[in-house]
């Protein structure tokens, strides 16, 4: 399963922290901490992968992607796949690129929520429930006009 | 106030701009301060907005938190929802505790506002944790509701916060409502979905609603089920996070999902499912592995192609041509020039390859070496691993140089993770691939002058674990130490002085294969000795010593080699033990005595005056009680008439002395020693190691002399008349010899290698004269122990002997494994402890074990020969012991002002020796008995003593023991097994269980003990002691328990020496019998144990089958 997601930028200031196991507040503070510490010495022509053994327990794996001021982080046990994580990073990405149109590292900040809804569309609980960015996208605009329909204002 | 005003008017402008995602503050509130607390709150924006320009974040979101607190107990939920989002931010990006909040979460979860609810959902789900949050069972009713909502945006987060926040409680109460979710006809795929992934969470908190569970989801293991994906994603956790064989019978519907489906992501779950299940079930191999084949030929998605070759690589152990298919495929990732990440995961699946197929790491061989050379550090690192799984005996050397070669290339980092997996390689299981010791002996000292060279500790342990182990080894690393020490320039080097410690221990204690020790001894000598640390510049002058006391001793021996050679026999094991040494010694020595005049000694004499002299008032105590040793030694020297004829002075009986005296000084042997030799050293009853000992002070007396080494120079000094000057450098040259071969032997306890006892405290001191020193009485220690180390060796391979003694540690299996030649241990120990101002003692000690060699022929347990000299280093092991126990430095010390004119080897500790003998044999009896062990009892009280003499000196008793112990080392022998002695001194901590499982025969005891211990001030005792063990022949067809050799030797014995011990030795005896079927019937128990905790662990699976009982089903599958 996936046991955490998490976008940070390339100062190591986390934009998006989830994780699916119940990790207190310092303990994932001191995780992402040692992810960065190990993103930030990593060249940009080497492999998207590294053991996290030492700081997720055994067996874990870590799969990230730079894209412009932010890494995204995947962390995962061996039943799933590397490169299906890869994949996954880049629907991601790709459906974030079409909920905000020409995504930065600014709609990341202001739309906590909205992140949460996306991610959640995607990773239920550390399975992967929907890989298609367009059924993801349709999913979360249904959400937000039913919450629109119910409440004053979303 | 300024700062409200400011917030507010913000908030209002981001209301204008419908910037907010969170609605605006038109809820009917009812009163005028909600309204005001509502219109005036900063939203999640405003909030994050001020954190991005705050220059004080710290104290910013002390204050946020501070207005959080008031706004979420707003009755608003408006406002409420927003403080809460706030906190839930705060929480999760900059990691602020808020399980405070929880129940201000669990008041949202009712709103009839979806936004709102949202948020309380979130907000738990990021926090709620059983473990820290114990309001949950207040949202159970909420969650029931909301999991029926027709409205997804409702229903899903219910479902996820059941599925990672939830309790066993919890979850167990809302199982049914879940089962539902699964086939509802109102819900949308999308929930049915996700109600699946939830069943997974709840499945692992109550393992018991798998029966209610598991037939939903075999339902959905259709081709066609919308739920599949989700399905197999449960199973895929189920299989892989607990035991496999409950799903084992649902291989069928795997396998047409396997054929059928076509979503990769569903296919790469299945394969990782039988990658599992192959493990249980090899024969599903045959159902696989044209699926396999098929999806690996056609696939274009990578990721299931990696997938499938993992399994292969993994699981699949015979078939030829998916595994020829599989590397085939793998060489393309290994070969992906352009993407690293494929590289890296080819490189990693080909180390998932057993060691019978590593013919296709061969064939990526090439490209393996090139990855060294990556920019990727991962990808250099599974090289690396490849690397070392492709050696063998065969190429270790060329591999070897392939790795020298890179790690010279490469950056620090990874250059010194080629070193060390060089360094593990070669090492592995004690030097198995190295054939040739003096070749990698050389490669060691190569690695010594890479420039990132930091591996010094390792190559410092692996020198001198080989010179001890591999002797013959030992010319060519004096060779290579030799250089190592000689270059100047790299004693600069910070990281290269644990390789000089080493190199400098191996040249002084080694000298005897240097061409040339004036040139070793200059080296030890060079000023830029001043760049090592103290401990190793100890080491230096520890070299110094033995390599002065070798040219002086060879010097004098010029011409009477005859006579040495008799010397040496006499006062030294280790030579006559090893006749090709003693040849190779003779040899060498000979061309260095041409070397040697008496100008050549006075030269080196006054060379090592010039350079440590400055040393013996340097700070470090290590650095000067050295360095004052050798000066002593120096001088003693010194003394001697230089100038007259070589002939003269050879016959010199003054020189004669010293020759022999330090000849027995260096001239034993120092070996491996078990690391568990030390624990096994019982704390001695009746020791007082907390006891403040100024009272020592008193019955001191006017002997009394300070500790301090100003003081103690100046005494020596002034006892500057002739007796003095010699006996006292020998006489501390002995105790510091201890100092530092305790030393030693701590460092290579440490180092978890194993050592041998009877070198910790190697001394063969022979009496030569009597020493008088002011009314001060006369110690005499003798002390001969004769040890033959035992030898493993490996038929068939002309190899070095590497000399392995902790075989104890391994499975008594995996030891078996080795073939062993019985051997022949003679050991004698002759001990003459003593000391005291108003005692004198001599304890004599003779104890010879040998083994019959009647029994020679017979298998016997590793490690046999260990036993034995073990019993005779008992005593050295128990004055450790006190040494070892007694570290603080108020306790030595004091011992030491006390001793300090005399020979005085540990004189409390050999007082108590006898004493403390008996404890440690006793509990080494009890040990070996409750481990149920084979062990040989005989040796452990071997003792014959004979009361020869007594002395009286100064109205004082004197007490001599002497100790003859011959005992024949029974030897166990398993029927059929070839199976080599296995020392078991460390399996207590092994479960008698596994014991229990060998077959036993009876075996043979001889035992002969005669004791005769005694000793006390003011009595003379004389207790004689006979106790005879005999042959347990009639025993001998019976099949006897494990261990119940010692019962009868142990118990025919009779300890008369103190009437406690006679006590619990029939307290042993007693429980002894008890114990064996206490042990029998706790083995059996435990079994029940295990099994029923298995059946327990299996519960879930068992009751899965029942449901679904496919057995027959998955029988017809597998045909």
């Known amino acids: ?154 | 106030m300024a700062a409200e005003g400011y917030s507010a008017v913000q908030t209002l402008a981001s209301y204008a701009a419908g910037y907010s995602p969170i609605g605006s503050k038109a809820s009917p509130a009812g009163g005028f301060a909600p309204l005001v607390d509502s219109l005036f709150q900063r939203s999640l924006d405003d909030m994050i907005k001020a954190l991005r320009t705050a220059s004080d974040a710290e104290s910013l979101i002390h204050r946020l938190l501070t207005e959080i607190r008031r706004e979420i107990r707003s009755t608003d939920s408006d406002t409420k929802c927003i403080a809460l989002l706030k906190l839930t931010y705060l929480s999760s990006l900059h990691s602020l505790d808020m399980s405070w909040a929880a129940f201000h979460a669990v008041e949202l979860l009712p709103s009839p506002f979806p936004a709102v609810k949202r948020a309380g959902y979130l907000c738990a789900s990021l926090s709620f944790h059983p473990s820290s949050t114990d309001l949950l069972p207040l949202v159970t009713h909420q969650l029931r509701k909301d999991l029926q909502s027709p409205n997804t945006s409702i229903s899903s987060p219910a479902l996820h916060l059941l599925a990672i926040s939830s309790s066993p409680d919890l979850s167990i109460h809302l199982s049914n409502d879940l089962l539902s979710l699964f086939s509802s006809s109102r819900a949308s795929s999308h929930v049915r979905c996700r109600s699946v992934a939830t069943s997974l969470p709840v499945i692992r908190l109550n393992p018991d609603s798998s029966t209610i569970f598991l037939p939903k989801l075999v339902e959905a293991l259709s081709p066609s089920s919308p739920l599949l994906s989700a399905a197999v994603s449960v199973f895929c956790e189920l299989v892989s996070s607990g035991n496999p064989r409950p799903y084992l019978h649902l291989a069928p519907d795997f396998h047409r999902v396997l054929i059928e489906c076509r979503n990769n992501w569903v296919l790469i779950k299945i394969i990782k499912i039988f990658a599992r299940l192959i493990l249980l079930e090899p024969r599903l191999t045959r159902k696989l592995v044209d699926p396999i084949c098929d999806l690996m030929g056609r696939s274009p998605a990578k990721s299931l192609v990696l997938e499938c070759i993992r399994i292969v690589f993994s699981s699949f152990p015979e078939p030829e041509t998916p595994l020829k298919l599989a590397v085939e495929k793998v060489k393309e990732f290994v070969a992906a020039d352009d993407d690293p990440n494929l590289r890296f995961l080819g490189l990693h699946t080909l180390t998932l390859l057993r060691p019978g197929q590593s013919w296709a790491v061969e064939e990526n061989r090439e490209a393996i070496v090139k990855s060294l050379a990556d920019p990727d550090p991962n990808i250099r690192q599974e090289a690396l691993r490849l690397i070392t799984t492709m050696v063998f005996e065969n190429n270790l050397v060329e591999i070897s140089a392939i790795l020298i070669n890179y790690s010279s290339k490469s950056d620090p980092e990874f250059s010194n993770e080629i070193l060390e997996a060089i360094l593990a390689t070669c090492s592995r299981n004690f030097y198995e691939l190295v054939m040739d010791f003096d070749w990698y002996v050389s490669l060691l000292a190569e690695m010594v002058r890479n420039p990132h060279f930091m591996k010094g500790e390792e190559v410092e342990r692996q020198l001198v674990d080989i010179a001890l182990r591999v002797k013959e080894a030992r010319p060519e690393l004096v060779r290579v130490a030799r250089n190592l020490l000689i270059d100047p320039a790299l004693l600069e080097n910070p990281l290269l002085h644990r390789v000089h410690s080493a190199v400098a221990w191996i040249s002084g204690e080694f000298i005897k294969f240097s061409r040339n020790p004036m040139e070793i001894l200059e080296a030890l000598l060079q000023p830029r000795t001043s760049f090592l640390p103290s401990l190793v510049r100890a080491v230096y002058i520890q070299a110094v010593f033995k390599v002065v006391t070798f040219c002086f001793i060879s010097f004098m021996n010029v011409g009477r080699i005859s006579d040495s050679k008799s010397d040496i026999d006499k006062n030294t094991d280790a030579a006559s033990e090893d006749g090709s040494d003693e040849a190779l010694f003779k040899k060498e020595s000979l061309g260095v005595k041409e070397l040697l005049t008496s100008k050549s000694i006075l030269y080196m004499l006054n060379l090592i005056l010039k350079e440590l002299s400055p040393l013996s008032e340097c700070d470090e105590v290590e650095v000067q009680e050295r360095a004052r040793n050798v000066l002593g030694f120096v001088h003693t020297l010194n003394e001697i008439d230089w100038n007259r004829e070589e002939e003269q002075l050879r016959s010199d009986i003054k020189v004669r002395e010293i020759v022999n005296f330090m000849n027995a000084v260096f001239s034993e042997e120092l070996g491996p020693i078990s690391i568990h030799a030390q624990k096994r050293v019982p704390l001695p009853e009746g020791i007082e190691l907390k006891e403040n000992l100024n009272d020592l002070v008193e019955i001191l007396g006017n002997h009394y002399i300070a500790p301090s080494p100003l003081i103690s120079f100046s005494t020596r000094t002034q006892n500057h008349n002739e007796v003095k000057q010699e006996s006292e450098p020998a006489a501390e040259s002995s105790s510091l010899l201890a100092e530092h071969r305790k030393r030693h032997g701590l460092y290579y306890l440490s180092t978890t290698k194993d050592e041998d006892g009877s070198s910790d405290y190697p001394r063969a001191t022979d009496l030569t004269k009597s020493v008088h020193s002011h009314s001060m009485t006369e110690d005499l220690l003798m002390l001969t122990a004769q040890s033959s180390v035992p030898r493993l060796t490996k038929p068939s391979k002309p190899r070095p002997t590497v000399v392995k003694l902790d075989e104890f540690d391994d499975s008594p299996s995996s030891s078996s494994k080795h073939a062993k030649e019985p051997q022949r241990d003679v050991l004698f120990v002759n001990e003459k402890p003593h000391s005291d101002n108003y005692t004198q003692r001599l304890v004599k000690e003779t104890s010879t074990a040998s083994n019959v060699d009647s029994l020679s022929k017979e298998k016997s347990l590793l490690g046999e020969g260990e036993i034995t000299s073990s019993s005779s280093r008992k005593e050295k092991h128990n004055s450790r012991g006190n040494h070892y126990v007694v570290p603080s430095p108020l306790i030595s010390f004091s011992t030491r002002t006390q001793n300090h004119n005399e020979v005085k080897q540990e004189s409390e500790p050999a007082a108590e020796s006898s004493s403390l003998l008996a404890e440690h044999r006793k509990r080494h009896e009890l040990y070996y008995l409750s481990t149920m062990k084979d062990e040989d009892g005989s040796s452990d009280y071997p003792r014959a003593t004979d009361l020869t003499k007594s002395v009286h000196s100064h109205s004082m008793t004197e007490d001599l023991l002497k100790l003859t112990a011959q005992s024949s080392v029974p030897r166990l022998t398993k029927p059929s097994k070839p199976r080599p002695t296995v020392v078991k001194l460390d399996e207590f901590d092994d479960s008698p269980s596994s014991s229990s499982k060998h077959a036993k025969e009876p075996q043979r005891d001889v035992l002969f003990v005669n004791e005769k211990p005694h000793s006390d001030n003011y009595t003379q005792r004389l207790v004689k002691e006979t106790s005879t063990a005999s042959n347990v022949d009639s025993l001998s067809k019976e099949k006897s328990l494990l261990g119940e050799g010692e019962i009868t030797s142990s118990s025919s014995r009779k300890e008369k020496h103190n009437s406690r011990g006679k006590e619990r030795q029939r307290s042993t005896k007693k429980s002894e019998s008890k114990e064996g079927k206490s042990h029998r019937s706790s083995t059996s128990s435990s079994h029940h144990r295990g099994r029923h905790k298995h059946k327990q662990g299996r519960e879930p699976g068992d009751t899965a089958s029942n449901i679904a009982p496919k057995a027959p089903v998955f029988e017809d599958f597998l045909l």
């Open chain 1, 1 to 154: 399963m996936i046991r955490a997601v998490i976008v940070m930028n390339t100062q190591g200031k986390p934009r998006l922290v989830r994780f699916y196991e119940f990790q207190p507040p310092e303990r994932q503070k001191e995780l992402i901490r040692s992810i960065y510490g190990v993103l930030s010495s990593r060249a940009d022509n080497v492999s998207n992968f590294f053991k996290t053994d030492v700081i997720f327990g055994e067996d874990t794996r870590l799969v990230y992607k730079h894209l412009a001021t932010m890494y995204f982080v995947f962390v995962f046990d061996s039943s799933e796949n590397e490169l299906a994580m890869l994949d996954l990073i880049q629907v991601f990405v790709e459906t974030l690129e079409r909920c905000f149109k020409n995504v930065c590292e600014l709609d990341l900040v202001f739309n906590f929520t909205k992140l949460h809804t996306i991610l959640d569309e995607i990773v239920f609980a550390g399975q992967v429930v929907e890989t298609s960015s367009s059924e993801i996208v349709k999913a979360v605009e249904e959400i937000a006009r039913k919450s629109l329909s119910h409440s004053l204002q979303l």
